[in-house]
């Protein structure tokens, strides 16, 4: 596709329950970032990705966060046992390069997160 | 934590009017980027300046950055009613994995 893709747009989830986002990137990008943007707020760093290498998780809220990238290409973003704070934007983006150049990122349109 | 923080936090102008933003941050940096967000959804990115830069210019904007003072404006020149949306600056975190976002400043642009 031509931009970064996220799935679903809207969910709407009751307390406890786990949900899956999805994000696909752009083809070639080796680099995914998963962010979170909660009401009035800047976005917040929750994962990122680079090729093969581990991956940056040092910004997940919590345990019940969790995130997969398979193949180097879509990923996953996975939220246990939802609460009520969990309730934001989740904004997928992917770029070219990463570590020591901070390249243009793209943006995705979000998943709008809400707990119930 | 947030890199960069906005002035103001929010802005109402009349079309055909010069907007500008402001930002500072706390750590050195690499480059700074200024990013749009329209309606709360996905982020566009507007311009990159790179730390040996202290004016770039696309279109109408035109960035400055000072890092003597870890700061760094946008201005948009003759603003339209299309250009209401929130602005961000970002900086890359000191690992090099993500970008660090202020909490961004809302301007209206009124015809």
């Known amino acids: 596709g031509a931009g970064v893709s996220q799935s679903p747009s809207n969910k709407v989830t009751e307390k406890g329950k786990d949900v899956e986002l999805r994000c696909d990137p752009i083809s070639g990008h080796t680099a995914l970032y998963w962010y979170r943007q909660s009401l009035g707020q800047g976005l917040e760093f929750l994962i990122y990705f680079q090729g093969n290498s581990a991956p940056d998780k040092s910004g997940l809220p919590s345990d019940r966060f969790s995130a997969e990238r398979t193949g180097g290409s879509v990923s996953t973003l996975t939220i246990q046992r939802t609460q009520q704070e969990d309730s934001a934007v989740y904004l997928c983006a992917s770029s070219f390069a990463s570590g020591g150049r901070r390249d243009e990122q793209f943006f995705g349109p979000g998943t709008r997160l809400t707990v119930l | 934590s947030q890199q960069g923080e906005e002035d103001p936090q929010a802005l109402s102008i009349q079309e055909g009017e010069n907007a500008t933003m402001n930002c500072s941050y706390k750590?050195?940096?690499?480059?700074l980027q200024w990013y749009r967000q329209n309606s709360g959804r996905g982020l566009v990115h507007l311009i990159l300046i790179r730390s040996n830069e202290r004016e770039k210019h696309s279109g109408r904007l035109r960035v400055t950055l000072d890092t003597s003072k870890k700061s760094s404006s946008l201005l948009i020149t003759a603003s339209r009613a299309a250009d209401t949306a929130s602005y961000f600056c970002a900086t890359g975190n000191q690992a090099g994995t993500a970008l660090i976002f202020g909490k961004g400043t809302t301007l209206s642009v009124s015809s």
């Open positions: 750590t050195s940096i690499n480059n």
